[in-house]
């Protein structure tokens, strides 16, 4: 079964910096997009960034300039460097695979469970 895992969450203080890493398990051979999405209690999903199997990457305007996303496709990884972080970083993050092909076939949005990031000024 085809699973994403986050780590790297934790609580820190504004400017700091954290890394997620999220890791795909199961019998995978390709993954399209990968990427990290954010959810601010009361508030809907929002996309933080995405990489693309070629690593062609985009951020929102909030983020650029402090976050880097990377994968590791023999891994199976995608993890996120962020940098300055500050109170309205403060989510629950996800990681996600739009695409992947297993031995089994195609499947969509594939989601983790998340982990929190909590930046107290």
């Known amino acids: 079964q085809v699973q994403l895992t986050e780590s790297g969450g934790g609580q820190v203080q504004t400017g700091a910096s954290l890394r997620l890493s999220c890791q795909a398990s199961?019998?995978?051979?390709?993954?399209?997009?990968m990427g990290w999405f954010r959810r601010v209690q009361g508030q809907q999903r929002e996309l933080v960034a995405t990489i693309t199997s070629n690593s062609r990457t985009d951020y929102a305007d909030s983020v650029k300039g402090r976050f880097t996303i990377f994968r590791d496709d023999a891994k199976k990884t995608v993890s996120l460097r962020m940098n300055n972080l500050k109170p309205e970083d403060t989510a629950v993050y996800y990681c996600?695979?739009?695409?992947?092909?297993?031995?089994?076939?195609?499947?969509?949005?594939?989601w983790g469970r998340g982990t929190q990031v909590t930046v107290s000024s």
């Open positions: 199961g019998d995978i051979d390709r993954i399209n997009v």
């Open positions: 996600n695979a739009d695409k992947l092909w297993t031995p089994r076939g195609v499947q969509f949005g594939v």
